[in-house]
């Protein structure tokens, strides 16, 4: 069963520091796997998408980049703003699971001004 | 465009009633998914719908929980029998194909009492 871990659970930063959020993933036989982004009560906003075969995926001040191999993705944040506080989490779609994505449980970002 | 939406955005109910749950996907979009989230999780799987038929439904928790999608857009999810563990934000979320982006709705927030 495909279990995907997100540590540590929360991160405060001071504003402006580059920082880097960890994924990790037990089965590497993976289509996929997104970042995603969650404001406290809302949706999931989508932040990058990176298929199996690529190394990584750039989008403004986010870089994202998976080892397939090894089971471990990160998202680097490049000078952290307070406006990037919000839960980040990453999700895995695993060969011939249909397209379901399971997901870790996230970690919470706090930026200080 | 218009993104996913759901709604109620809250839905209070009472132990042991009956309670539906609607998703109006992204035009287009062929893939629809049901999630459900307990705080401070990362969502679970429920179903899957490729079109009109679920094509993975290995995610609900028992027979209570049900879900279609009759014309392939709109899809509804059901809960008979409420139960207080059901309490939960529930997610959907629709793609174009089984390996692209997901995006999410905001969520309808369930609560049992």
């Known amino acids: 069963k495909q279990e995907v871990t997100q540590i540590p659970a929360a991160l405060s930063v001071p504003e402006g520091e580059n920082l880097v959020l960890n994924c990790s993933f037990t089965?590497?036989?993976?289509?996929?796997l997104q970042w995603f982004r969650q404001d406290p009560g809302k949706g999931l906003t989508s932040l990058l998408l990176i298929q199996s075969s690529q190394r990584e995926q750039t989008s403004g001040r986010l870089n994202a980049s998976l080892d397939k191999s090894s089971g471990r993705s990160t998202l680097y944040i490049a000078a952290s703003q307070p406006g990037d506080s919000a839960t980040y989490l990453c999700?895995?779609?695993?060969?011939?699971?249909?397209?379901?994505?399971?997901f870790g449980k996230g970690i919470t970002l706090s930026v200080r001004p | 465009g218009a993104g996913v939406s759901q709604t109620p955005s809250n839905k209070v109910t009472e132990k042991g009633k009956y309670v539906e749950l609607r998703c109006d996907p992204i035009?287009?979009?062929?893939?629809l998914y049901w999630y459900r989230q307990s705080l401070g999780q990362g969502p679970e799987f429920l179903i899957y719908f490729q079109g009109t038929g679920a094509a993975d439904d290995s995610g609900l928790p028992n027979d209570r929980f049900f879900a279609v999608r009759p014309e392939g857009s709109v899809s509804t999810l059901k809960i008979q029998r409420t139960e207080r563990g059901d309490s939960a934000v529930y997610l959907c979320?629709?793609?174009?194909?089984?390996?692209?982006?997901?995006?999410f709705g905001p969520g309808t927030r369930l609560l049992v009492l």
């Open positions: 035009s287009g979009h062929t893939a």
């Open positions: 979320a629709s793609s174009l194909g089984t390996r692209e982006t997901q995006y």
């Open positions: 999700a895995v779609r695993i060969v011939g699971a249909n397209s379901k994505l399971t």
């Open positions: 089965d590497s036989a993976i289509y996929n």
